[in-house]
């Protein structure tokens, strides 16, 4: 055989078998999705933070992160496997699961819990001369609730219809960067966010007009809604996280959590909170946004109203975390 031919084969061969190997290794890598949230909310920044880490210390793993309405469109989308994770609030995740969402008698029963990431508290922002102390006194006035779908949106209409003042107040479903901009040109009085402090769309808002924070808490705990919904909890928001806000606000919260299809691989699951859980993984997380400093392996499960991810079981387990039955997978 000359011995150009015969280069030229062992050529093809070495170029077939490493063909072959990166088609191995691209059959080999998963690709996953991840369900954010609206734009200018704490949801995103939370999901492109673990989507951008985990694609890089996973190496058979590319997460791409995709916004949304928000919680109950995670919750929904997940549940389907139309995404593989998704940030999802603790009440919408306890609700759907038992067909109770407004209008919605699904049951959501395929998204599990993986772990903690902040406290959502509710921020209810009004024009600081607006004589506004309480939401009852946002009778016949224009509020805006977060995207339709959304988390934002779901457990405003919760309050508000438990407060007897959903038919009374002309609720507009936009989201936050969109409500700061209309309360800015005075297109509504009144905005809700159900965000980690301290939010970009309440500073911008803070930035244009003088604002205040309503004090959610009195309402809640007059009107009964802690024992109508028991997994909020009260929250105070500190003095001066907002321009003019002078005095600490108190107010209830949700947990906000990152979900899982309970199809998604077990292992992946398990390496992934590894990943994030960690020292590295946690202070990147509080560089993407400054709401992470909650998250930690102690509070990995706190507020958590759904079973665990078989994955995510593991992990905590292994962590020391004691794990309650109705969290078992």
């Not at 079981?313 to 292994?318: H, I, M, N, S, V």
Request: proline share 4%; charged share 20%.
């Amino acid at each position: 055989m000359k011995k150009g031919l015969w280069l030229f084969i062992v050529g093809m061969a070495a170029f077939l078998l490493c063909a072959g190997i990166t088609s191995a290794e691209a059959q080999k890598k998963s690709y996953l999705a991840f369900g954010g949230g609206p734009t200018g909310g704490t949801f995103n920044y939370f999901a492109n933070g673990i989507a951008i880490y985990l694609s890089k210390a996973l190496p058979d793993v590319e997460i791409s992160s995709e916004g949304s309405g928000g919680s109950g469109e995670n919750l929904k989308r997940v549940h389907a496997g139309q995404v593989d994770f998704g940030i999802v609030y603790s009440g919408d995740a306890y609700l759907g699961r038992i067909g109770q969402l407004p209008n919605d008698t699904t049951e959501y029963v395929n998204a599990r819990t993986l772990g903690y990431l902040y406290g959502a508290p509710a921020q209810l922002v009004v024009r600081a001369d607006a004589g506004i102390a309480s939401a009852k006194d946002l009778a016949g006035k224009r509020v805006a609730v977060g995207n339709a779908g959304s988390g934002a949106a779901l457990s405003a209409e919760r309050f508000f219809r438990h407060m007897g003042l959903w038919d009374q107040i002309s609720p507009q479903f936009l989201g936050y960067s969109p409500a700061a901009a209309a309360f800015k040109d005075r297109k509504i009085d009144a905005f809700w966010v159900l965000v980690g402090y301290p939010n970009a769309s309440i500073i911008e808002a803070a930035t244009q007009d003088n604002i205040a924070l309503v004090n959610l808490h009195q309402d809640a705990e007059e009107s009964g809604f802690y024992t109508a919904f028991p997994f909020y909890a009260q929250v105070e928001i500190p003095a001066g996280t907002y321009r003019g806000q002078d005095a600490a606000v108190v107010t209830f919260q949700d947990s906000t959590f990152w979900c899982a299809n309970d199809k998604v691989d077990e292992e992946i699951v398990y390496q992934a909170l590894k990943q994030i859980y960690s020292p590295e993984g946690l202070q990147h997380m509080v560089t993407a946004h400054s709401a992470a400093r909650e998250m930690s392996i102690e509070n990995g499960l706190k507020g958590a109203s759904v079973p665990l991810h078989p994955g995510a079981l593991k992990f905590w387990t292994e962590n020391g975390l004691s794990i309650p039955d109705e969290l078992k997978p």
